[in-house]
Every structure is written in structure tokens, then in C-alpha cells.
């Protein structure tokens, strides 16, 4: 079966760059959900989209930006990256059906040195 | 404040001696409670969906059973291969954007 795919798996960046994480949901699932995971930590909610608009906001810093497209896949725009910010990024979709559960993809680690 | 909290953080078992995990909640109005495992640098895999008090699921080695205040994931003669993290979630009624509030986890270790 089709599962969420994130690209790339592996990231490196320097201090004060940007960087743009992506994100194919499963077919016909209308509903992104991106998270955050420090190590040893459980998965912080960054933000949320709904048929392409945001529905949701969690603990998301201003320097980030995130958007879905027209094909339902999603990126999440890092700016002015910080070294806090070195975490594993997890993309999950579901589809709009009450109870229906998060599936998430194997994530981006991300390493700002 | 939605709330989710496991316990015990850390759990060692050896290969065979069956154990629960704990998983408590405080949410305004329960939608669904899910549990995920999680291995090392992985995404979490979903595992089970409980909507209501009382109600129970089963996955091999696996059962889930919830309460109004609680759920407890039971692990039956467990293997090696059942390491992994587990992370319960909630899903509350007032959260427009249905966001999903997971709890810290529970690292589990089965030796053989």
C-alpha cells in the first residue's frame, strides 16, 4: 500500500540558511499534518492543512511557513534556521473521515550545524 | 488543557514476560485515542483506534483497552522484536483543526 513519502530523508544546513521539506500525502488523503521530534521527545504539532487551506496551528516559530498544493502535497519552509531547530520533521495525512487515524511518513532529519 | 501522559517512561522485559503500558488522558470530549509504535529514526506506525469506554482491539501479541481516564496497551509474551517506543494520542472534540496531542511515549526493551 501507498504510504507518506518525505523528501529528503537527510538534510544538512548551516546557520541562518533556509531550507524546504516536502511532503506526498497518501492518495486521496485531503488532510497534512506536520510535526516536530527533538530526540527522546514525543512528536510536537507544528501545523495543518485542510483541501489545501490551513486548519490548524501548533507550536509553529514565525520563521516557518508551510503551504499545500493544488495535487495535495505539502512543503514546510524553514528560514533563519537556529541550531534548536535540528530535530526529525514528520509529515502525516489522513483522510477527512471522523476518527480516521494519522499515518505518517519516515520523516526528514534535519541537522543545522 | 488537553493532557497525555505514559507511563512508565522506560520498560525491560525479558523475552516472554508479559507487562501494560499505560496511557492517561484529560481531554475535553474524547474522539479517538490511537496508539502508534515507533522504532529509531522512524515515522510512528499506526497501530490501533479506540473511540469509546470499554472498548478493546487486538493485534497479535498486542491488545488495547480503554476507560474514561485511560488506556492500557497489554503486551503478551512479548519478543525482541517488539522493542520499539509506543506513543498514545488523543484526538479532542474542540479541536477544530483536529490536531492530535500525543503523550511522551514508552520505551520498551525485550530481551531475549
Known amino acids: 500500500a501507498a504510504g507518506v513519502i518525505q523528501s529528503p530523508r537527510h538534510l544538512i544546513k548551516e546557520k541562518r540558511e533556509t531550507a524546504t521539506l516536502k511532503c506526498y500525502p497518501i492518495?486521496?488523503?485531503?488532510?497534512v499534518y506536520w510535526y516536530q521530534q527533538g530526540p527522546g521527545q514525543d512528536p510536537q504539532f507544528l501545523i495543518s492543512?485542510?483541501?489545501?487551506?490551513?486548519?490548524d496551528k501548533g507550536s509553529i516559530p514565525d520563521r516557518f511557513s508551510a503551504q499545500q498544493f493544488s495535487d495535495y502535497h505539502s512543503e514546510l519552509n524553514m528560514s533563519s534556521l537556529e541550531l534548536g531547530d535540528s530535530a526529525l520533521y514528520f509529515c502525516?495525512?489522513?483522510?477527512?473521515?471522523?476518527?480516521?487515524?494519522?499515518?505518517f511518513g519516515n520523516g526528514t532529519r534535519l541537522t543545522v550545524t | 488543557e488537553d493532557q497525555v501522559t505514559q507511563s512508565p517512561e522506560a520498560l525491560r522485559l525479558q523475552e516472554g514476560e508479559s507487562s501494560s503500558l499505560n496511557c492517561s488522558y484529560t481531554?475535553?470530549?474524547?474522539?479517538?485515542l490511537f496508539w502508534y509504535r515507533q522504532d529509531p529514526g522512524k515515522g510512528p506506525e499506526f497501530l490501533f483506534t479506540?473511540?469509546?469506554a470499554g472498548e478493546e482491539k487486538e493485534k497479535e501479541r498486542l491488545k488495547a483497552t480503554l476507560t474514561k481516564k485511560e488506556s492500557f496497551l497489554h503486551i503478551t509474551a512479548p519478543k525482541p522484536e517488539d522493542s520499539a517506543t509506543y506513543l498514545c494520542?488523543?484526538?479532542?472534540?474542540?479541536?477544530?483543526?483536529?490536531?492530535?496531542?500525543f503523550g511522551p511515549g514508552t520505551r520498551l526493551s525485550v530481551l531475549p
Open positions: 502525516a495525512s489522513r483522510p477527512d473521515r471522523e476518527n480516521s487515524p494519522l499515518h
Open positions: 492543512f485542510y483541501e489545501k487551506m490551513q486548519s
Open positions: 479506540l473511540y469509546s
Open positions: 481531554v475535553s470530549g474524547l474522539r479517538g
Open positions: 494520542a488523543v484526538q479532542a472534540s474542540k479541536n477544530y483543526g483536529q490536531n492530535f496531542v
Open positions: 492518495p486521496r488523503h485531503d488532510t
